[in-house]
């Protein structure tokens, strides 16, 4: 061979390794610092789930004696959760007596 050419190929094996060895190095970096971030952070309120975070959608009352049938009852809640973006809640169902 050549010896220009080895030459050559001697800086594309140290120049491929260098990048080997920083990019590794980066990822060995920023996984310690989420380890480290997640084990001595602070933790915010937030991410504790509390029990009352969970609300039923609707009363125990509505379901026991509902007389809508609860396929029903899936589409109306269903389209409220979409139409209000989850922020509107059923809360009272009542038929319309027709005069």
Do not use: C, W
């Not at 990822?27 to 509390?50: A, D, E, F, H, R």
């Amino acid at each position: 061979m050549n010896s220009e050419i080895q030459h050559a190929l001697l800086v594309l094996l140290v120049g491929m390794i260098t990048v080997f060895i920083v990019l590794s190095l980066v990822v060995l970096t920023g996984k310690l610092l989420i380890l480290m971030v997640n084990k001595y952070g602070p933790v915010s309120q937030k991410t504790k789930i509390q029990r009352r975070d969970f609300v039923p959608l609707l009363n125990e009352s509505l379901n026991s004696s509902s007389f809508i049938e609860k396929k029903k009852l899936a589409a109306l809640v269903s389209t409220v959760e979409i139409v209000t973006q989850g922020k509107g809640t059923i809360l009272k169902i009542e038929k319309e007596s027709q005069n």
